[in-house]
């Protein structure tokens, strides 16, 4: 069974996110029904592959997030226990239709390095015309390794323009422990990936309005938007084919062997830094990236259903 | 007498350094002559010396010499002299290629009787004027002031570098001293409800000025989110537009993220548990000495000779670990 949790960054961006007024009782009477029945009836398998639809997008964003999604799968599947996610939280959506969301958590076996994974998609028309799209897939490791997480994160929000954030995020201070700057960052040159995507005319530093997560990514994170201008939409596909695929894939790959494969031998008292450290940063990504946006997209009502979940499922 | 000192980003960034050869005994000689020279200047001169900032434009010339005096008004109380030696005060290599100014003024030791003082580590101001081999010239003028363990507020740096007539880097910043992830509470105190970020939005706006990316890692990593990292290019338009740009923007926001670190980053003394201060005095040793590395290690065999470069490093890796 798939996958897959991401960290829905969306509030941390600059985009307008849609008002959506709640909807009158009657009608939310006869959207849980219909929703939460349907939702339950289906089976895992049918919500596993709604989210790789991505119903939303074209056909190379699309594209780069079923295969990343599926390498995951394929190498990292003997480590993840299933999702299981109640239906009403693996696929959601606010009652007047103009939000939807699918998502997918799968934790780490007790064995295994990893702590979850997750996966996933949200959708939302704009007031407008037009819509917001976010597709995500992130990696959380436990305290047992010090290795970087994994994160991704495509948001669109007009065609002709692409925010990408694509990084391993330090598990550490990176003055404090120069060694892991070293180890994760310099010795592996990760960052001849930024430099390559910064070196297209259409690609420009992105400043996410978060102080959080300026600081969070680490110093060679991927934070670019990706603008074609008044030109065809099929450049932003292009881009993604030739660009953002290739280099999403090799840091993908980089994780899953380097860093959620590889053990690595972590102290006591290390491993009570990391469990910490990782614990704050899970906490913001719930009331920063989640908590904030999710009440606007979904209506208050499905946010804070979803958001319980998710919170215990991150807590654990 | 003055103060200052500086961290010289400037080998981390993208600046063809000139490589020169040692020069043959014979003029050793007479170079060693020449520091004679130099140790036999009096205390002020060498201060004199640095504030002139003898191969910078009249603004940022005038945006140093205010600052240094800022630091000098407001924080002299709470500062040694310097006492750095002559031939560290003012150095250059050998060939007269690259020459080099710096003060660097420690805190005075806290005590009963200076409990209200300012928590200052150590404050360093510098110049360097170096010749390229294209034909023109690097200069880069430099403040930072390092704070005690005693407070976890932000260290102020600021370099201004620049290369060409029409083109300027300028990195401004209030260096966290905390892990702020791990410390959530240090971002909100000191840079979110601050709205620090302010500042580097301003002169974001301004359309000849773009963010710069440090090839160092860890200058990016030590650099806040509140960070400005700046590349100003006026392109082939006259000088004098970085002259205002300097004089119109820079030198507002230099001097107002100065003056709010002297009077809410190095004054207070902050409560600290002993863990606490312990944590920050092991940061910061990193930090001024990965700094001296990074920066200056790199760079000063080139710009000034290995000679020369071991020995203003081998005093400054001193009085920085004392």
């Not at chain 1, 990343?68 to 599947?77: C, I, N, P």
Request: aromatic residues 6%.
């Amino acid at each position: 069974m798939a996958i897959i949790s991401g960290g829905f960054s969306c509030s941390a961006f600059r985009l307008a996110l849609p008002s959506c007024s709640a909807p009158s009782s009657r009608l939310s009477v006869s959207r849980t029904r219909s929703s939460g029945l349907s939702a339950s009836m289906n089976s895992g398998d049918e919500q596993r592959a709604r989210l790789m639809e991505f119903p939303y997008v074209s056909g190379p964003h699309r594209d780069l997030m079923v295969e990343l999604l599926s390498s995951v799968e394929t190498r990292l599947g003997s480590s993840l226990r299933p999702c299981n996610l109640p239906p009403d939280v693996r696929h959601f959506g606010h009652p007047a239709g103009t939000a939807y969301a699918s998502i997918q958590l799968r934790p780490g076996r007790p064995s295994s390095q990893i702590d979850f994974i997750l996966g996933g998609w949200i959708h939302c028309k704009f007031p407008s015309g037009g819509a917001l799209n976010i597709t995500s897939l992130s990696g959380y490791l436990n305290s047992s390794t010090d290795a970087p997480n994994f994160r991704l994160e495509l948001i669109q929000s007009i065609p002709t323009s692409l925010v990408l954030v694509l990084d391993l995020t330090p598990r550490k201070d990176l003055i404090l422990h120069p060694d892991h700057l070293k180890t994760y960052y310099e010795d592996t040159q990760l960052d001849r990936y930024r430099q390559r995507l910064h070196a297209l005319p259409e690609v420009s530093p992105y400043i996410s309005p978060s102080l959080y997560v300026r600081a969070a990514v680490s110093p060679t994170a991927i934070l670019v938007s990706i603008d074609v201008g008044a030109g065809e939409t099929t450049a932003i596909e292009e881009i993604i084919q030739d660009h953002v695929g290739p280099v999403a894939k090799e840091l993908l790959q980089f994780w899953m062997e380097s860093c959620a494969c590889t053990e690595r031998c972590v102290g006591k008292a290390e491993r009570a830094y990391l469990a910490e450290r990782d614990r704050l940063i899970k906490n913001k990504t719930i009331e920063l990236d989640l908590g904030s946006s999710f009440p606007r997209l979904f209506g208050q009502d499905v946010a804070d259903r979803v958001l319980t979940v998710l919170t215990e499922h991150y807590k654990k | 007498m003055a103060v200052i000192s500086s961290s010289f980003s400037y080998s981390v960034f993208h600046f063809p350094l000139p490589c020169y050869s040692a020069p043959s005994s014979r003029l050793s000689l007479s170079v060693s002559r020449t520091r004679l020279s130099a140790s036999m200047d009096s205390s002020d001169e060498l201060r004199a010396k640095f504030m002139e900032f003898p191969h910078v434009s009249g603004s940022h010339r005038d945006l140093m010499v205010e600052l240094l005096s800022s630091v000098e008004t407001r924080l002299g109380s709470s500062l040694q002299p310097c006492t750095l030696p002559p031939d560290v005060q003012h150095f250059g290599h050998p060939t007269g290629n690259a020459s080099a100014s710096l003060q660097l003024r420690p805190g005075l030791p806290s005590s009963q009787e200076n409990l209200n003082m300012y928590q200052i580590d150590l404050v360093l101001g510098s110049w360097i004027h170096c010749k390229l081999p294209s034909g023109g010239t690097l200069n880069i003028t430099s403040l930072s002031a390092y704070l005690k363990p005693s407070t976890d507020a932000p260290h102020f740096l600021l370099d201004l570098i620049q290369s060409s007539p029409t083109s300027l880097v300028l990195v401004l910043d209030l260096t966290p001293r905390k892990d702020l992830i791990l410390h959530p509470d240090h971002l909100k105190t000191y840079y979110e409800d601050t709205q620090l970020d302010r500042h580097r939005q301003r002169l974001h706006k301004l359309p000849e000025v773009r963010p710069y990316i440090s090839p160092s890692l860890y200058i990016r990593a030590l650099l806040s989110p509140t960070a400005i990292l700046v590349t100003i290019d006026v392109g082939a338009s006259e000088t004098t537009n970085i002259e205002e740009i300097i004089r119109d923007h820079v030198s507002q926001v230099a001097k107002e993220l100065l003056q709010f670190w002297i009077e809410s980053c190095a004054c207070p003394e902050r409560h600290l548990e002993e863990s606490e201060r312990a944590y920050l005095a092991e940061r910061d040793r990193i930090i001024k000495n990965t700094t001296i590395e990074v920066d200056l290690g790199s760079s000063f065999p080139r710009l000034f000779g290995q000679d020369v470069a071991d020995r203003v490093l081998t005093v400054l890796k001193e009085q920085y670990n004392k």
